[in-house]
């Protein structure tokens, strides 16, 4: 994984001031996490965000504190891309860098900054002052182009806008200030709204209509742990992170299993490029989600319980530290919850540091044991063997407050919505070329037409449905379901007028699961990388019919022997757009002259050499003279 | 002796050691069956430095590190019917392609010259130039696997290929009747 700590060509990268952090500091950050080394990230995070970088003389100060070697903290520090081994700005602008960024003005704001801070786009200011960079989607593409700044997120960015804020920031404004003149008298939640719009274009009866506080927690509490479990199973609810496994059999296998120590972990590492429905429950329904998480707790047995954030989010930490205090105060987590005696559950929150890969299951995981976000080897699966060993459950935010909803209205009237095989309702969140991006809430078994009808996309030529790891659609497709059965999503609907260019987005994708995947095995670090290289050739004009075949068998390789889902769904783009834009490509790619390869180069292949032997080529130099 | 017209083949070793063609040697008394098969047009085996006439097979050892061979790649992919990379660097780079691996410097080839004819430790070069006699050719940016240059219709694997192989393979296209390898040939541990 690249890590995003290059600094720019000639710039020279600031001293770092960790070299003169006293050896108590780190310690005592290492005792504020109980010297746990399954708090690394946390550990690392906060030593990141108070030096702005992890020197190799704090890693050993950091290993020395959590009883770990170096390496295995270095391993950590330089997997994740939001920790850096060299020394950010003190201010990190992250520009959002998602396709439906670039479609809506991205170049022009990121000009802007780059003018107005005096560096290029993956630099730090020899002052120290700024680091500007690009990351992959942030959740904001319904309010694109977007940008991090430090813990601010601003969104719907003009060059304009994004001048006064860079004028602001340079002159020595806070990124706080930059929300609101009022930042610290604003609660959580208003701080929140204040930097992202909601944009809920739809509410549905489950999610976020009105939802009465916790109801689905008292029935609880009087059910016995089987009957939870079987009231969630007969509510036909599956996973609404993407995969759509069934949830009350995954609660099931957890609970059936024998162990001294259960847990259960909500999935909020919304990484999926063009998906931010999780960020608008997040901010709207956290007491619902963290119901269902107790509802869960108490269906599988569990004590404790991880709430994992993507790092990008970390905006919404307060809010949901906020929510979690509360509802200690009001005895909804912590000792005898509701006054049952036995009933003990509590949530820790756990901030992700910007690796796609952690929205997987064994990735995510990895990363709450304090581990690079590596996905694990299945079997044993989570629900068997999950955190530290421990039989867990693993499900989206999204899951958990529909449980919740399930445990209030009971299961008959989750099942009696949606189709046969997809019941109750589900968050969709559609961006892109269309007038109302935003969330809609609908039962399953719309169909595509009818969504873009609903968003004002009447225009729509591709719709990308589950973003890159799902399916590109075209106009012929659009009479298709949105169901498990038919076309599954995670909640993305990517939308895309005639204007576009498909073989740009299919390319930014995989320059994107390039960028995402792990390295752990071979066929998806090195796979990916050659499926973008085919691509860009077709993009040049230089492909031939034959390289067709090249990507469906390739695609195909990396589907079967990779060892997680990013790889098996990585070729999607590929695969889903030679299936549904066949003449995009064979419009591009044509047979070669004489079986010699026009991607082969030779004048830029020896004009090194040329330079080198200061003589021109006597074969491929027309006019050459002795 | 059979009425069929022979079939032309020829070979060249490019950025290689030679090792494939001593393999090619390896076919041992069946070059005296293959022999009755084809004729061997352009080849080190002949010493014969040109095409005389078009024909069936060509045989190509070695990647392409400089522009003459890329140069002679071109020249037997036109003459050619169907072109064979025998051996691993004919098929991947290779051996020579290791200096592929020089990746995070400005300037990798003069890094990779200068360690070859200057600084390495072991050299004994009194002149401390890098040699640049007019004739010698160019060499690319980095190593090519033959396939990126042009169309390769079969491949042989192997660092050197077995004679086994490449007589069995050969013999096989020749009447028509190559399906692919069998599994104990293309098995080397």
Redesign the interface.
């Known amino acids: 994984m690249e890590n995003g700590h290059k600094t720019g060509n000639g710039v020279a990268a600031p001293a770092c001031e960790v070299a003169k952090v006293p050896e108590e500091e780190i310690a005592a950050i290492c005792a504020r996490y109980g010297c746990d080394k399954h708090r690394m990230l946390d550990i690392l995070r906060e030593v990141q965000d108070r030096y702005r970088c992890i020197a190799p003389s704090t890693m050993d100060r950091i290993a020395a504190g959590t009883g770990l070697t170096r390496i295995e903290v270095e391993g950590v520090a330089s997997f994740y891309s939001f920790l850096s081994l060299v020394p950010k700005g003190r201010v990190t602008i992250r520009l959002c860098d998602d396709i439906v960024d670039r479609y809506s003005g991205l170049d022009a704001v990121t000009a802007v900054f780059e003018e107005v801070l005096g560096i290029r786009t993956g630099e730090t200011s020899a002052d120290g002052a700024f680091s500007l960079e690009t990351t992959p989607c942030i959740g904001m593409c319904d309010q694109a182009p977007a940008a991090m700044v430090n813990d601010v997120v601003l969104t719907r960015l003009t060059p304009e806008t994004a001048r006064s804020a860079a004028e602001a920031l340079k002159a020595g404004q806070s990124p706080e200030q930059l929300v609101s003149e009022r930042f610290a008298s604003l609660t959580p939640h208003e701080r929140a709204l204040h930097m992202v719009g909601n944009n809920i274009r739809h509410a549905g009866e489950v999610l976020l209509g009105p939802v009465p506080e916790d109801a689905g927690l008292s029935n609880a509490v009087s059910m016995t742990p089987a009957q939870i479990i079987t009231t969630v199973e007969e509510s036909g609810l599956r996973g609404c992170g993407g995969a759509g496994y069934t949830t009350g059999r995954k609660w099931r296998f957890a609970a059936s299993e024998r162990a001294e120590k259960h847990f259960v972990i909500c999935n909020a590492d919304e990484g999926e490029p063009g998906t931010f429905k999780d960020r608008v429950l997040l901010t709207e329904r956290p007491h619902l989600l963290v119901e269902g998480m107790t509802i869960a707790a108490r269906a599988v047995g569990a004590r404790e319980g991880i709430l994992y954030l993507r790092g990008e989010y970390v905006y919404l930490r307060e809010l949901l530290e906020q929510v979690l205090e509360e509802r200690r105060r009001r005895g909804l987590l912590g000792e005898a919850i509701l006054g049952v005696k036995g009933f003990d559950f509590d949530i820790r929150l756990q901030l992700g540091a910007g690796a796609y890969i952690c929205g997987e299951e064994g990735a995510l995981i990895s990363s709450c044991e304090g581990l690079p976000g590596e996905p694990k080897t299945r079997p044993p699966f989570p629900v068997n063997r999950g955190y530290l060993g421990y039989p867990t459950v693993v499900n989206n935010v999204e899951t958990f407050c529909h449980a919740a909803r399930i445990l209030d209205r009971g299961a008959k009237w989750f099942h009696a919505m949606g189709t046969e095989g997809s019941h109750g309702t589900k968050l969709f969140s559609i961006c892109g070329d269309c007038l109302n991006p935003g969330i809609y809430e609908l039962p399953y078994g719309h169909t595509v037409r009818e969504l873009l009808e609903m968003v004002g996309a009447e225009d729509a030529a591709a719709v990308q449905v589950g973003g890159p790891s799902g399916t590109m659609i075209a106009r012929d497709s659009f009479h298709r379901k949105l169901t498990f059965d038919d076309l599954a999503t995670g909640g993305a609907i990517i939308v895309f007028n005639g204007a576009r260019n498909i073989l740009e987005i299919v390319e930014y994708y995989m320059s994107f699961f390039v960028h995402e995947s792990c390295g752990y095995c071979t066929p998806c670090r090195v796979g990916n990388v050659f499926l973008q290289k085919a691509i860009s050739k077709f993009r040049k004009g230089l492909a031939?019919p034959e390289d067709i075949d090249y990507l469906k068998e390739l695609s195909g390789t990396i589907i079967e022997t990779s060892r997680c889902g990013l790889g098996m769904t990585s070729p999607n783009p590929i695969l889903s757009t030679l299936k549904n834009f066949p003449l995009v490509y064979s419009a591009v790619s044509k047979p070669?002259k004489?079986?010699?390869?026009d991607?082969?180069d030779?004048q830029?292949?020896?004009?090194?050499?040329?330079k080198?032997?200061?003589?021109r080529?006597?074969?491929?130099d027309k006019d050459f003279t002795? | 002796m059979s009425e069929l017209p022979k079939a032309r083949i020829a070979t060249a070793s490019l950025a290689g050691c030679f090792g494939c063609h001593m393999a090619i040697l390896d076919i041992d008394e069946r070059l005296i069956d293959l022999m009755k098969l084809v004729d061997v047009d352009r080849s080190p085996l002949t010493d014969k430095k040109r095409f005389t006439q078009r024909c069936d097979i060509g045989i190509i050892e070695g990647g392409c590190c400089?522009?003459?061979n890329?140069?002679v790649l071109?020249d037997f992919?036109?003459n050619c019917d169907v072109?064979i990379a025998l051996g691993q660097c004919a098929i991947m780079g290779g051996l020579p392609a290791m200096r592929n691996a020089i990746m995070h410097s400005d300037?990798p080839?003069?890094e990779c010259?200068d360690e070859a004819y200057i600084t390495g430790k072991y050299i004994r070069n009194t002149t401390h130039h890098?040699p640049?006699d007019?004739a010698?050719?160019?060499?690319?940016?980095?190593v090519?696997p033959c396939s990126?240059?042009?169309?390769i219709d079969y491949q042989i694997p192997g660092c050197a290929p077995s004679g086994d192989i490449i007589f069995d393979t050969l013999a096989k296209l020749l009447t028509g009747k190559f399906r692919g390898f069998e599994r104990d040939m293309i098995k080397f541990d």
Do not use: C, M, W
């Open positions: 031939n070669s004489d079986g010699i390869r991607t082969f030779i830029s292949a020896i004009d090194g050499a040329r080198i032997a200061k003589r080529s006597y074969i491929f002795q | 400089n522009e003459e890329v140069h071109h992919r036109r072109l300037a080839l003069r010259l890098v640049n007019p010698l050719p160019l060499l690319l940016d980095e090519y990126q240059v042009v169309e």
